[in-house]
Nanobody, 115 residues
């Protein structure tokens, strides 16, 4: 089992920055990958960024060059640094862990980009 708790969302103006955090607990060191997803109103949940157990990162095209995913093993915390935010980045952001064929989800944190 893996438990995930996100934080760091909020309201930010276009062009601003936010850093999301996801504290992981449980069988975290046997996960294959950890990811950030997002879901905007009326849209499907989509992958934003992923980091594998081997530290390989992967980004959706719409965030490349703006967002950075990282994992601090000492703190068992996943981060998403979001820069140059756009109104279309507004969504609920979810932390995800994939372990032995099972996806685990956090409760989500709201990010709103608006002037």
């Amino acid at each position: 089992q893996v438990q995930l708790v996100e934080s760091g969302g909020g309201l930010v103006q276009p062009g601003g920055s936010l850093r999301l955090s996801c504290v992981a607990s449980g069988s975290i060191f046997t996960t294959s990958a950890m990811s950030w997803y997002r879901q905007a109103p009326g849209k499907q949940r989509e992958l934003v960024a992923q980091v594998s157990s081997g530290a390989t990162t992967n980004y959706a095209d719409f965030v490349k060059g703006r967002f950075t995913i990282s994992f601090d093993a000492a703190k068992t915390t996943l981060y998403l640094q979001m820069n140059s935010l756009k109104p279309e980045d507004t969504a609920v952001y979810y932390c995800n862990a994939f372990r032995i064929g099972t996806y685990y989800w956090g409760q989500g944190t709201q990010v709103t980009v608006s002037s």
